[in-house]
């Protein structure tokens, strides 16, 4: 049973490029979640969706940051105009469903490490 | 508004010495999660608290909830090379969704 996907591993753009992040969640999971680590800190919470739906983008910037899981296909984050400030580390979680025990467990993937020349 | 403390920010132990972090929340939490990260690496699930006053063990590692459901260590026994990496709790208020996470401790163990 594979892992949460994500790809590229790293990706490096320049100021002012578009960067886009893929995330295939684990077999049988419908919910994925965005998180965002910057050197030495702790992961943030950037948008849940499941299929079809941002369920909760309160994390989200609201410039230049989208994010969408079709119907079909991976989880993609895409940011348009990258600055430096974007340089971190994007993680993809999925879980299976949401309730009280086991089912809302978040599984990660390898992440994306974004650079920005 | 919804925030999860961990303290220390780092710690180094000698190889055999024992290791707790803990995790305090702003307000009532629905369950903990704590999760392992290697240098490089990416989180990795070690387990969920769901419980007041739960506790788990995975072999030298102790887990607990606090019984108001507001805080959370975790406690390593005779630490080992092995367990070197960042140690995150994760808070989950709403039975799924966001998860808000504490700013990690970092262990280093020398041998």
């Known amino acids: 049973n594979a892992g949460v996907m994500q790809n590229p591993r790293h990706l490096v753009r320049r100021r002012g490029q578009e960067a886009r992040l893929r995330c295939s969640p684990m077999?049988?999971?419908?919910?994925v979640y965005w998180y965002r680590q910057l050197p030495e800190e702790g992961l943030k919470f950037m948008v849940y969706?499941?299929?079809?739906?941002?369920?909760?983008e309160s994390g989200m910037p609201k410039e230049r940051f989208s994010a969408e899981f079709p119907k079909e296909g991976p989880s993609i984050l895409r940011i348009q105009q990258v600055v430096r400030g974007d340089s971190a580390a994007y993680f993809c979680?999925?879980?299976?469903?949401?309730?009280?025990?086991?089912?809302?467990?978040?599984?990660f993937g390898a992440g994306t490490r974004l650079s920005v020349l | 508004g919804q925030q999860v403390m961990q303290i220390p920010q780092y710690q180094h132990v000698q190889e055999g010495e024992d290791f707790t972090t803990y995790c305090n929340s702003s307000?009532?939490?629905?369950?903990i999660q704590w999760y392992k990260q290697r240098p490089g690496g990416h989180p990795v699930f070690l387990i969920q608290?769901?419980?007041?006053?739960e506790v788990k063990k995975q072999k030298r590692l102790t887990f607990q909830f606090g019984e108001a459901k507001k805080n959370s260590s975790l406690h390593i026994t005779a630490t080992q090379t092995t367990d070197v990496g960042t140690y995150f709790c994760?808070?989950?208020?709403?039975?799924?969704?966001?998860?808000?996470f504490g700013q990690g401790t970092e262990l280093s163990v020398k041998p």
């Open positions: 608290l769901v419980k007041s006053g």
């Open positions: 307000t009532t939490l629905s369950n």
């Open positions: 077999k049988g999971h419908s919910h």
């Open positions: 969706l499941q299929k079809e739906n941002i369920i909760d």
């Open positions: 979680a999925s879980s299976p469903a949401t309730g009280p025990i086991a089912k809302n467990i978040q599984y």
């Open positions: 994760a808070g989950d208020y709403n039975q799924g969704g966001k998860l808000i």
